[in-house]
């Protein structure tokens, strides 16, 4: 068993193979999953000089702290059915993960189809994918708005694209949209028959939704506003097609601003699992991390990485001003307090805060100033993650 790069040649072999594997895979018929390969960013697992297994990296930035840390979303992790078992796609991951983080990469992320895997891995839950379900005659209350709209019957990349990283940099872990995201997220889009409103005020302030009309029901992909008045415009623009359709469901980031503004109590929220996200590497992402302004301590804390010996340890962390240094240490001292880098990864994204990460026996505070620094220095954030980005 080999662990190499990809080579051109090997695109056909290997996406039969994933071909094979994900048969479900939505974007599969329309040819985009196979846009996806990029042999500089794929690693494949060969044997008896066949492909047996292999993955594609898809390297992204994402919103985390005051600024932008390098993320590796990992796609299309796959092994052959006669290869299972075995533990190579262990091996492959153990090794991408080493990769990661010689390339300065500060996380990384994946959709995946089984969690105790990837957790023993270091991975750990970290998004969720929400979706509010209604009648549109709930969004009655709207159909007063008055705005200028647009509807665009393929997704305008340069009306979107700044509109979109302005409103997702304030989300912890959202993917920033380069130009090569977003033009793979336009022809996925595209081909699955989305259209584009796109709204502006008397202000300026602009507004988005990417939908689909199917059936009785509508459904919005991303919605992006500006203020109150732009988020109540397209809702009233999705309220004027109540003689045709009968249902909205609106994915959204998890924030509850869209359903708070109802005032018809008849919704239904979905929550259900989303992507996964795991430190590559510990010192960077403690130190790029954003914190309370107000809290000046120093702590020592014990993490557990099986799979990286350069974040598992005893690290001396000094919190000054909203800025963190952080030290690994090979004293023989003190701890106070303890976690693994699942919990970790967890926290400090801000998809869990360091008080429920505690409550949960996730973490160890093993002095008052563990339990203080924990508590205090790691509140829970809004994390998002569109998956077609």
Request: glycine share 6%; charged share 25%.
């Amino acid at each position: 068993m080999n662990i190499r790069k990809a080579r051109a040649k090997d695109k056909d072999e290997f996406m039969k193979l994933a071909s094979y594997s994900f048969s479900e895979n939505p974007h599969a018929d329309s040819g985009i999953w196979w846009d996806l390969f990029d042999a500089k960013q794929t690693t494949v697992i060969e044997e008896d000089g066949k492909i047996v297994g292999g993955y594609i990296l898809i390297p992204h930035e994402i919103s985390y702290g005051n600024d932008l840390a390098k993320m590796g979303g990992v796609s299309t992790v796959v092994v052959h059915p006669s290869c299972r078992g075995r533990g190579y796609a262990k091996k492959m991951l153990s090794k991408m993960i080493e990769d990661l983080n010689e390339e300065g990469y500060v996380f990384t992320a994946l959709g995946a189809f089984l969690f105790s895997f990837y957790r023993s891995l270091g991975w750990e839950l970290s998004y969720d994918s929400y979706s509010l379900k209604t009648d549109i005659y709930a969004l009655e209350e709207f159909s007063g708005e008055g705005h200028s709209f647009d509807i665009h019957y393929e997704v305008p990349l340069d009306l979107i694209s700044e509109a979109g990283n302005k409103y997702f940099s304030k989300i912890s872990g959202a993917v920033v949209r380069s130009k090569d995201i977003l033009k793979r997220a336009k022809k996925m889009y595209d081909s699955m028959k989305y259209m584009t409103c796109t709204a502006k005020n008397d202000n300026g302030n602009f507004g988005y939704m990417i939908y689909k009309m199917n059936g009785d029901v509508i459904t919005v992909d991303e919605l992006v506003w500006e203020d109150a008045s732009t988020l109540k415009a397209l809702l009233s623009f999705v309220y004027r097609h109540n003689s045709q359709r009968e249902r909205i469901v609106i994915n959204t980031p998890s924030d509850k601003m869209i359903y708070m503004l109802l005032s018809e109590p008849d919704r239904q929220v979905n929550i259900k699992a989303g992507m996964m996200n795991r430190i590559i590497n510990v010192k960077k992402a403690f130190e790029m991390g954003a914190y309370p302004k107000n809290i000046n301590t120093s702590v020592v804390l014990e993490v557990e990485d099986k799979q990286a010996d350069w974040n598992n340890g005893i690290w001396e962390l000094q919190l000054s001003s909203g800025n963190m240094t952080a030290i690994k240490s090979d004293k023989d001292i003190k701890t106070d307090a303890k976690m693994s880098i699942q919990a970790l990864s967890q926290m400090i994204l801000g998809y869990a805060s360091g008080e429920n990460i505690l409550k949960l026996n996730k973490a160890q505070a093993l002095t008052e100033s563990g339990q203080e620094f924990i508590t205090q220095a790691f509140k829970e954030k809004l994390t998002y993650m569109n998956e077609r980005f």
